[in-house]
C-alpha cells in the first residue's frame, strides 16, 4: 500500500505531498511538520492510540487537522452491526479523540463510503 502511494506520488510529480513509515507508537516526524493528517480505516488497529494522537499532536501545525475515516473494515473489525452500533461507535471515538487534546470539527461526507463516515478534528489552540 505505501510503496504504490510513492508511486502515484512520483507518477503525478507531486512536491507537497510525502509518505512516512511510522511505528505504532509514534509518526517518526519532526514537530509541525503536518498540515492534515488522515487515519483511514486504520485507528482500531492501533495498540496504543494515546501514543499516536500525542504524536499526531507535536507533529501537526498549528490548526493542523486530523481525518478519521471509519468504514466497513472497522465495522467487521469490531463486529459492529447495526446502526445503533455504529452510531455509538461513531460518540466514543469522538470522546476519546476529544480526550488527548483535538477539537471535534464536523463529519466529512464520504461520496464512496455509504456506509462509514470521516470525522475531522483540529488541534484545540491553547
Known amino acids: ?24 507508537e509514534s509518526l517518526l516526524l519532526e514537530r509541525h511538520r503536518l498540515d492534515r493528517a488522515i487515519l483511514c480505516d486504520s485507528f482500531h488497529y492501533l495498540s496504543d492510540p494515546h501514543s499516536i494522537l500525542k504524536s499526531l499532536r507535536n507533529s501537526l501545525s498549528p490548526g493542523g487537522e486530523v481525518l478519521i475515516v471509519v468504514g466497513s473494515e472497522t465495522f467487521q473489525a469490531l463486529n459492529l452491526k ?11 471515538l469522538i470522546n476519546f479523540v476529544s480526550a488527548s487534546g483535538f477539537e471535534f470539527v464536523d463529519g466529512v461526507p464520504l461520496r464512496n463510503l455509504p456506509t462509514g463516515w470521516c470525522l475531522r478534528f483540529r488541534m484545540y489552540s491553547k
Open 1 to 24: 500500500f505505501v510503496d504504490a502511494l510513492d508511486q502515484r506520488i512520483e507518477e503525478r510529480g507531486l512536491t507537497n505531498v510525502s509518505v512516512v513509515r511510522n511505528t505504532s
Open 82 to 92: 447495526t446502526l445503533a452500533d455504529r452510531l455509538r461507535e461513531r460518540e466514543n
